[in-house]
């Protein structure tokens, strides 16, 4: 449930309101890679589908997938010129780089474990918890975007969204099914249809070259009506 409403939430919420306060403008790179990592996200989430859960074969082809996905964006990048940095400030910035992922993993034990326990507690099933939580996970990938665009680097705003959702069900998802194989439920299904629907309008409206606000708004409303139809499927016992 996290790793698919963190992607829900990366598609329409982060890009619906980094959109509404500045506004997307594409170029051909950006759409070029942007409709490869699309691709990818419908690829997977189609066959997530078509099989009713995750499948160690799938974990597999997933993170082949995503290493040759990885491969390619590689290829393409653009490589500044040269700047020195001084060792001291190499060696702090590791210590900092390290601390951080040591929070990070912590912070997401407690965050687990939180969550199964009051899924367990209040009676709900722990993917609906997944679904929120995604909207508190989704809050590094919103200052990102929304710093990106304030300084009108576009190739990074989109990127960091799009890329976001291919590491989620490319690379965690493949791990999880390789570690751990899942059926899916009613509920698992919906959302990973309601996945694929938000990645194509999203990509149809970035034909259009330009994300502003009444995209904006579009994909907020998606959004919320999201979350109106899973906490009805909720209501209805499923």
Do not use: W
């Not at 066959?47 to 290493?67: A, E, K, R």
């Not at 001291?88 to 326990?117: C, G, N, P, R």
């Amino acid at each position: 449930g996290n790793l698919f409403g963190s992607s829900i939430a990366d598609v329409l919420l982060v890009a619906g309101i980094s959109a509404f306060i500045f506004t997307f403008r594409f170029s051909k790179k950006d759409l070029e890679l942007s409709s490869i990592g699309i691709t990818i996200v419908a690829l997977l989430v189609s066959l997530i589908f078509i099989s009713q859960g995750i499948t160690q074969n799938f974990g597999v082809f997933s993170i082949l997938l995503f290493i040759h996905f990885s491969y390619f964006i590689m290829k393409k990048r653009v490589v500044p010129e040269k700047t020195k940095v001084k060792k001291d400030h190499i060696i702090i910035y590791s210590i900092l780089l390290f601390s951080f992922l040591v929070l990070v993993v912590f912070s997401a034990h407690v965050i687990t474990s939180s969550a199964l326990k009051i899924a367990t507690d209040v009676g709900i099933t722990t993917t609906y918890i997944g679904v929120l939580l995604a909207i508190g996970t989704t809050l590094p990938e919103m200052s990102v975007s929304l710093a990106a665009l304030k300084k009108k680097n576009t190739t990074l705003a989109i990127g960091n969204i799009i890329g976001s959702v291919v590491v989620n069900l490319g690379l965690i998802l493949g791990l999880v099914a390789i570690i751990h194989p899942v059926r899916f439920t009613f509920i698992d299904s919906f959302i990973a249809i309601s996945l694929l629907v938000s990645n194509l309008v999203l990509y149809i409206f970035m034909t259009k070259k330009k994300l502003g606000r009444m995209e904006g708004s579009t994909l907020i409303f998606i959004y919320i009506l999201f979350l109106f139809l899973l906490t009805a499927a909720r209501s209805f016992g499923f």
